[in-house]
């Protein structure tokens, strides 16, 4: 059950969070600027330094806080995968599909949310028990996609990243994603340290997200 909890918490946060940064500490800052926001999902991506503590200072902090979900991005291979369930990443995403990483994930079961770009990727990643479809980068494509793919396989749960704006979000969903992934401009006064620009963002996403749903 516990994948089930987690693939649950992933929906109901609806907007995930892509976090980079600099160092460790803008990260973590950038976190939990976040969270004050309101965003209850963070993907925190192996480019940040000290990538795997990070996480684990992430989980210890919102601890008692169940509806709040951390993970692990831009996982590239197992090894770096494992590092992360060990940290205590609740879920793992990769801009592409790795089988190792899957199989490794699914004896955790911890949720596996590789990037795909086309359908046979989607399929193979199904095959190997992945639940929800990252659709990297979602640019390339847009929300009018969505329905190309759930055509042949209307069972896909697809959370598109990068491309994702507040301007667009709305169009995503009425396409028939499943949650979404956002970095660039949510993130981006991080680097100058304004982080109470970040919360503010991230407010943003939030009410955006509630009105989209009718909460």
Known sequence: MKRVNILTRLENAGVIAVVRGATKTEAIQASQAIVAGGMKGIELTFTVPQADEAIRELVAMYQDSPEIVIGAGTVLDVVTARLAIMAGAEYIVSPTFDAETA?????????????????????????????????????????????????????????????????????????????????????????????????????????????????
Request: hydrophobic share 45%; proline share 7%; glycine share 10%.
């Open 103 to 215: 199989q490794l994930c699914n004896l955790y079961q911890v949720p596996y949310l590789p990037g795909c770009m086309t359908i046979t990727e989607m399929k193979v990643a199904l095959q190997a028990g992945v639940d929800i479809i990252k659709l990297f980068p979602g640019s390339v494509y847009g929300p009018s996609a969505i329905s190309a793919f759930k055509a042949p396989m209307p069972q896909l749960n697809i959370m598109p990243t990068g491309g994702v704006s507040l301007d667009n979000m709305e169009e995503w969903f009425k396409a028939g994603v499943i949650t979404v992934g956002v970095g660039g401009n949510l993130l981006a006064p991080a680097a100058t340290g304004d982080f109470a620009k970040v919360t503010e963002i991230a407010k943003e996403y939030v009410a955006k997200y509630q009105a989209i749903k009718g909460k």
